[in-house]
């Protein structure tokens, strides 16, 4: 079956670095949704605004790669153990379709159609969108019990920003805070886990090029500079 | 992007008519997930067996149709009222993607593969499956507020059996239940909601063709006989 994206959405990762590793971890993470052209009909969104949160239906574009490989490392088990590719969620699955349940904010009527505003996103910037869902009480299973996920915390670290490069920052306080929180869900990759804090790593939020050190459960922020993306 | 089935889902449902219009509403209601031959590989199910509940990304393969519709009329609103599209999980949209939550009763490593068991299926017999992925606690929104689902109840009716037609059937006690069930949640098309009884309705059930009256709020068995597929 060939499918089509019916929309964008534009977030503040310019590449995959960074991005919280599921949705709705992270509330100041913001994303806005553009349909495309032969989509941007009002009544296509005649109800929405009463539902709370949605389903993204959307494309692992940063993640695509040839053949089938059986199995993945989940960054919560470190990365270094192998679970059977559907009992992931790993990117790098036959058909590259993501499943997210974001907050919906707002649904904006515009010139160019209908913009839908979420919260918690885990995409990149512009990845094509395939379907929309409202989210409704039938997907909520609070007794589920998820294998792996449920035995291992999330490791979080402890942000230290000594020159206050953070707080320097022109981005308004929500991003701030959120940002905050995408370093102090350690966006290292996971096997460098026995870090002692001599490497240097960075990814891009929105236009900065943010680069931290990491020791033990401190990360310490060193540097940020506008990108040449 | 093109996307290819990685599996097929045997139900109890050779058509759409009489399936629950969600996942994981009857758990009676089984499923068998059989993966296509390049996908046949034990490894990949490792660690799956531990998670109580699978998402499943799969065709509305028996709701196919050409063009953008912008609207649906959910069942639940009646089936005459217009919502839009992205506010309705109705199967005529843009990208004919499924998606259900179901729970997993066991996974089973056979000659041809793993098989996956499962219970509260909402689609019919043979239908391709494009992904399965773990139910994660992110996946869970208790706090959700699901619009126009959440103020109107789905509305069951009473099942009289009056000949002792389900009892005598030869298909075991939890399939009799479940079929039970499927009545009770109203198999009609919506829009015959002023319904006195004149009409019979029927659908199909394993090899069987269930025929039923409905006079307000009560549904009678009117005859069950091998069906002719």
């Given at each position: 079956?060939?499918?089509?994206?019916?929309?964008?959405i534009?977030?503040?990762?310019?590449?995959?670095?960074?991005l919280p590793?599921?949705?709705?971890?992270?509330?100041?993470?913001?994303?806005?949704?553009?349909?495309?052209?032969?989509?941007?009909?009002?009544?296509s969104?005649r109800g929405?605004?009463?539902?709370?949160h949605?389903?993204?239906?959307?494309?692992?574009?940063m993640?695509?790669?040839k053949?089938?490989?059986?199995t993945?490392?989940?960054?919560?088990?470190?990365?270094k153990?192998?679970?059977?590719?559907?009992?992931?969620?790993?990117?790098?699955?036959?058909n590259?379709?993501g499943?997210?349940s974001?907050?919906?904010?707002r649904?904006?009527?515009?010139?160019?159609g209908p913009?839908?505003?979420?919260?918690g996103?885990?995409?990149?910037?512009?990845?094509?969108?395939?379907?929309?869902k409202?989210?409704?009480?039938?997907?909520?299973?609070?007794?589920?019990v998820d294998?792996?996920?449920?035995?291992?915390?999330c490791?979080?670290?402890?942000?230290?920003?000594?020159?206050?490069?953070?707080?320097?920052?022109?981005?308004g306080?929500e991003?701030?805070?959120?940002?905050r929180?995408?370093?102090?869900?350690?966006?290292?990759?996971q096997?460098d886990?026995?870090d002692?804090?001599?490497?240097?790593?960075g990814?891009?939020?929105?236009?900065?090029?943010?680069?931290?050190?990491?020791?033990?459960?401190?990360?310490?922020?060193?540097?940020?500079?506008?990108?040449?993306?």
């Amino acid at each position: 079956m060939n499918i089509e994206p019916v929309a964008h959405i534009y977030t503040d990762f310019p590449a995959k670095f960074g991005l919280p590793r599921q949705s709705g971890l992270i509330n100041g993470l913001k994303g806005r949704i553009v349909f495309e052209p032969p989509f941007r009909n009002p009544e296509s969104v005649r109800g929405l605004s009463e539902f709370s949160h949605i389903w993204l239906l959307w494309d692992f574009s940063m993640a695509h790669r040839k053949g089938f490989c059986a199995t993945a490392c989940p960054p919560r088990l470190g990365g270094k153990t192998h679970m059977g590719i559907w009992a992931t969620r790993s990117p790098f699955r036959p058909n590259s379709i993501g499943l997210s349940s974001v907050r919906l904010d707002r649904v904006e009527l515009t010139d160019e159609g209908p913009v839908l505003w979420v919260s918690g996103i885990d995409m990149t910037d512009g990845t094509p969108v395939y379907d929309i869902k409202p989210y409704i009480r039938y997907d909520c299973h609070p007794d589920a019990v998820d294998g792996y996920v449920e035995h291992t915390e999330c490791h979080s670290l402890r942000v230290q920003d000594p020159d206050g490069l953070i707080d320097a920052l022109d981005i308004g306080d929500e991003r701030k805070q959120a940002l905050r929180e995408v370093l102090s869900q350690d966006p290292r990759p996971q096997y460098d886990a026995d870090d002692i804090g001599n490497r240097r790593y960075g990814f891009y939020f929105m236009d900065l090029d943010v680069r931290f050190r990491v020791r033990g459960d401190i990360l310490e922020v060193c540097e940020i500079v506008t990108a040449v993306l």
